[in-house]
């Protein structure tokens, strides 16, 4: 099992045609990704090669979906027309939009989140500024390097990509179901409590991994739902004990005012609701082994 991606998705790229589209997607065929074309409306008609694959570029979301049966889209466009790109998937209700790019102002993300809910959320959307969504032996979706983990019974959602990678590498003799990087900025699509709830529903997902960030509640949040309809094990960790106050640190959604959104804060909260936080990465992934073990 995993969650929201798995050996069924049937991915599109929207942006295969440009550099970052290219590379990306030669990485998740490799993996075994079942892409199935991209959408480039200057270049529709056309097709790519990517390492023996002949894609299809179409001019729309709608009619790549018609053609291919498409149920997931990976968006590697430039921050400038990302939002037209998210605003194509969500009318097409497509039933996930995973936003690659970084430096998408915040008030296009603001428009195509009140957009997609507007339509009944038929568009999940995953970011952005997120590495994406990873099953290991099943499907990628996204930048997550493929060869870091093996399938396995840990499901894992971050704000951080790099972090992502690092307790995949961690936890990697015991595997992971799925990993979710929902990204950092201020508005994001799918959060903690989306991939906690899909975790908890999941019969092979045995205990999640959560990492988050300084900046906002979403981690406060998180705990209150955890305590309330969680009963698998979770451990976390909250990056930036050390940052200091008023400086934005990485993500734009990181920003610490006062005692508001700060990580001791964030680990007290989650704390209280029964989850036991690291004070690095490594150590969340030990404690992660020690429950592991217990279970």
């Known amino acids: ?121 038929a568009t999940r959307i995953v970011g952005p500024n997120c590495p994406g969504i990873i099953s290991p032996g099943k499907s990628n979706a996204g930048i997550i390097p493929a060869t870091i983990t093996g399938a396995g019974p840990i499901g894992l959602v971050s704000k951080s990509g790099t972090l992502t990678y690092q307790m995949m590498f961690e936890l990697r ?50 705990a209150d739902f955890i305590r309330e309809n969680v009963t698998k094990p979770v451990v976390a960790y909250v990056a930036g004990f050390t940052a200091p106050e008023g400086k934005t640190m990485g993500h734009a959604g990181a920003i610490v005012s006062g005692s508001s959104g700060t990580a001791q804060a964030k680990k007290e909260a989650l704390e209280a609701a029964g989850v036991r936080v690291g004070k690095t990465p490594s150590e969340t992934a030990s404690l992660m082994r020690e429950v592991f073990a217990n279970l």
Request: hydrophobic share 45%; no cysteine.
């Open 1 to 121: 099992m995993s969650i929201f991606l798995d050996e069924n998705s049937k991915i599109i790229v929207q942006g295969l045609t440009g550099s970052e589209g290219t590379k990306h997607a030669t990485r998740m065929l490799a993996s075994g990704s079942n892409i199935v074309g991209g959408v480039n409306p200057r270049k529709a008609g056309t097709t790519v090669e990517i390492d023996g694959a002949t894609l299809p570029i179409f001019g729309t979301v709608a009619e790549a979906m018609q053609e291919t049966g498409a149920n997931v889209s990976v968006i590697f466009v430039p921050p400038a027309f990302a939002k037209s790109a998210v605003l194509e998937a969500v009318d097409a209700e497509i039933p996930l939009a995973i936003v690659i790019t970084e430096g998408i102002p915040v008030h296009d993300s603001a428009q195509f989140w009140a957009h997609a809910k507007a339509k009944g959320n």
């Open 173 to 222: 003799e015991i595997g992971i179901s799925t990993a979710v990087g929902i990204g950092g900025d201020p508005i994001i699509g799918t959060t903690h409590i989306d991939a906690l709830a899909a975790f908890e529903q999941d019969p092979e997902t045995k205990a999640i991994v959560m990492i988050g960030e300084i900046g906002g509640d979403a981690e406060e949040r998180a």
